[in-house]
Nanobody
């Protein structure tokens, strides 16, 4: 059974940085597109960034230039480096996995983690 486990969330001041990790188990990690989504209270879940099986990356416009996604297939882990954090980045961040092509639609993903909270104080 596939499982995704996020870690690294916390409280940071605006302008600061955090690094999230997502450890995968129970799946052939290298065969999956991995992505990060986020959801703030009362808001819909939104796409943040994704990385293909071959390492290609894509980002939401709101995080381009500030966030970086990467993956380590040897460790079955995907990372999200978040720099220059803004109060509007505050949300619960979820890791997700899917086979096949990339997608920025949350309903196209097969597996989800439980989420990790990122709080940005102004």
């Amino acid at each position: 059974q596939a499982q995704l486990a996020e870690s690294g969330g916390g409280v940071v001041q605006a302008g600061g940085s955090l690094r999230l990790s997502c450890a995968a188990s129970g799946l052939t990690f290298s065969g999956y597109v991995m992505a990060w989504f986020r959801q703030a209270p009362g808001m819909e879940r939104e796409f943040v960034t994704g990385i293909t099986q071959s390492g290609g990356t894509y980002y939401a416009d709101s995080v381009k230039g500030r966030f970086t996604i990467s993956r380590d297939n040897a460790k079955n882990t995907v990372y999200l480096q978040m720099n220059s954090l803004k109060p509007e980045d505050m949300a619960n961040y979820y890791c997700a996995a899917k086979t096949g092509p990339t997608s920025n639609r949350w309903d196209r993903y097969d597996y989800w983690g439980q989420g990790t909270q990122v709080t940005v104080s102004s």
